[in-house]
C-alpha cells in the first residue's frame, strides 16, 4: 500500500484478479479472449491512472513511463501468444505479481510521497 486511495484501490483489484485468473487456469484448458482483455485492461488503468496523479503533482514521470511500457509490451505479446496449453500463463502472472511488487517499492511510492507533500489526495 501506498496510502493513495486510487493506487491502493487499482493494485488491489489487481491482484484480486490476478488470483481469480490463476484459479481459472486450473479450472480449464483455455483462457478466453474475455479474461485476457480484463486483464490487459486493468493494467491499462492502472498505467492511467498513475499518470495522471503524477502529472498532477508535475512529478517527472519519464522513466516510470518507460517502466510502464516495457511491462505492457511484455504482457501484451505473451497474451497474444498464449496457446491452448497453459504453460505460459503461470509465468506471466509470477512475472505480473512480482512486477507490480517492485514496481510499487521503486516508483509508485515516488508519486504517492509527492501526493502527500502536496496533500491531493
Not at 496523479?53 to 508535475?58: D, K, P, T
Amino acid at each position: 500500500m501506498v496510502n493513495v486511495p486510487a493506487m491502493d484501490i487499482e493494485h488491489h483489484e489487481l491482484f484480486m484478479y490476478l488470483e481469480e485468473f490463476k484459479e481459472s487456469c486450473f479450472d480449464s484448458a483455455h483462457i478466453t479472449l474475455e479474461k485476457r482483455d480484463v486483464l490487459y485492461g486493468l493494467l491499462l488503468k492502472n498505467c492511467q491512472t498513475e499518470k495522471v496523479l503524477a502529472q498532477s503533482v508535475n512529478f517527472d514521470f519519464t522513466s516510470h513511463a518507460l517502466a510502464h511500457a516495457q511491462m505492457l509490451k511484455i504482457v501484451f505479446h505473451t497474451l497474444n501468444q498464449l496457446s491452448s496449453n497453459n504453460g505460459d500463463i503461470y509465468t506471466l502472472i509470477r512475472y505480473i505479481s512480482y512486477w507490480f511488487e517492485r514496481h510499487i517499492l521503486e516508483y509508485d511510492i515516488q508519486i504517492a510521497q509527492g501526493l502527500n507533500a502536496t496533500k491531493l489526495l
